[in-house]
């Protein structure tokens, strides 16, 4: 079950998933051959099943490490277990030893589980992955706490020399703390898996690929919320928009490849000038939109220059654009919509006025609604 579920998510290209299933497909190979072997099993069947498993085990805890980001393959766990496969394979073969085959079987279940409960709790802040990072732990150190015990017992002479395969209340707890360990471990990781896809999905939605802007719709929503936050507080908040002079002409001229590249670099000198608090939109096309948090309309106006020069120093591909922008503060009745249509206008002034400029919306007078002033330009700062 644990396989077929994994294998479903292996098109989703997920870090660790095909790592994952292939661990548990192991554990599904040596199962079935305990299971066709019977009480026949020699040799053979020992160390090909111990390696199965020790396989297996490094095959999940890579595949977890994988997933969080993490380097997958580490040199001294790869030595480890060929040293132990070696080491099972005298006590086997050269010198038959059950108790020492078993600890040492035991000792890399331990390792691998209590590895893998590790990394799950590590990243168990995000509110998604808690619940599945502390059921993988958790099934995980339940049945490393079993080896304990089967080492224990092992050591002090308790353990029956049994194969897998005969009954006996030791391979009755095995097989039960397997039934609820592993597809325990594995349904965890297939919550985060989902998660991870949900975050995808998401991103999708609110980021825009090319740009790395976010995308119109999750512009207006977010500056709603910050509308309200900061004038809950008192504070002030104010809008530009920008639009890349002359793009058609550029992909006309290089393609649209080339502009497709301008614009994410239009959009990454835009974002490095930009404070934390700051959000920044595709609005469509080649116009974009910012909303500066705390900012009134003379900080907005000096901080959209400085965008402006960051946008004319950049190129891509060697070709270079300017910008053309328009601004103006969101006063204390006005809506989102409304400022951005002012700012909007504005950014048409600038067009026309030549480019590569900043101007500035009319202040309204809040009494009547009329505008006092004529757009004005804005002197690079």
Not at 36 to 57: Q, R
Not at 120 to 134: N, P, Q, V
Not at 155 to 169: I, K
Not at 339 to 352: C, E, G, N, S, T
Request: glycine share 10%; aromatic share 6%.
């Amino acid at each position: 079950m644990s396989v077929a579920i994994l294998g479903s998510l292996a098109r989703t290209a997920l870090p660790g998933v095909i790592r994952w299933c292939l661990g548990y497909a192991l554990l599904a190979a040596a199962s079935a051959w305990i299971l066709c072997a019977g009480m026949k099993g020699g040799a053979v069947t020992i160390i090909g099943v111990s390696f199965l498993t020790l396989g297996a085990v490094l095959l999940l805890l890579q595949g977890t490490r994988c997933f969080f980001g993490a380097p997958a393959v580490r040199r001294d766990e790869c030595l480890a277990l060929a040293v132990c496969c070696a080491a099972l394979a005298y006590f086997t073969v050269v010198s038959p030893n059950i108790g020492a085959r078993g600890v040492l079987i035991s000792l890399g279940l331990i390792y691998g589980r209590i590895a893998v409960g590790v990394l799950a709790l590590r990243h168990a802040s995000g509110e998604r992955t808690r619940y599945a990072c502390r059921l993988i732990a958790a099934s995980a150190w339940l049945g490393a706490l079993f080896y304990f015990a089967r080492i224990g017992a092992i050591v002090c002479g308790v353990a029956p020399t049994l194969s897998f395969v005969q009954p006996s209340p030791w391979n009755v707890v095995l097989l039960g703390l397997a039934i609820v360990t592993l597809p325990g471990m594995s349904t965890g990781m297939v919550m985060l898996a989902h998660a991870r896809i949900l975050e995808r999905m998401e991103k999708l939605a609110t980021v825009d690929e090319l740009t790395g802007a976010l995308t119109r719709r999750a512009f207006m929503e977010r500056a709603h919320a910050s509308l309200c936050a900061v004038r809950a507080q008192g504070g002030a908040l104010s809008i530009a928009v920008l639009d890349i002079d002359k793009f058609k002409a550029v992909n006309d001229s290089f393609g649209h490849a080339v502009g497709d590249r301008l614009l994410a670099q239009v959009s990454s000198a835009v974002t490095g000038q930009l404070r934390r608090c700051d959000l920044f939109g595709r609005m469509g096309g080649e116009e974009f939109a910012v909303l500066f948090v705390n900012a009134r309309k003379d900080d907005a106006i000096r901080m959209t220059n400085e965008l402006r020069m960051a946008v004319e120093r950049s190129s891509a591909d060697g070709v270079s654009c300017t910008l053309s922008a328009g601004v103006d503060g969101i006063g204390a009745h006005d809506t989102l919509e409304s400022a951005i249509v002012r700012a909007d206008a504005a950014l048409y002034v600038a067009k026309a006025s030549g480019r590569n400029r900043v101007t500035v919306a009319p202040d309204i007078d809040a009494s009547s609604g009329a505008c006092v002033a004529a757009p004005r330009r804005a002197e690079p700062v």
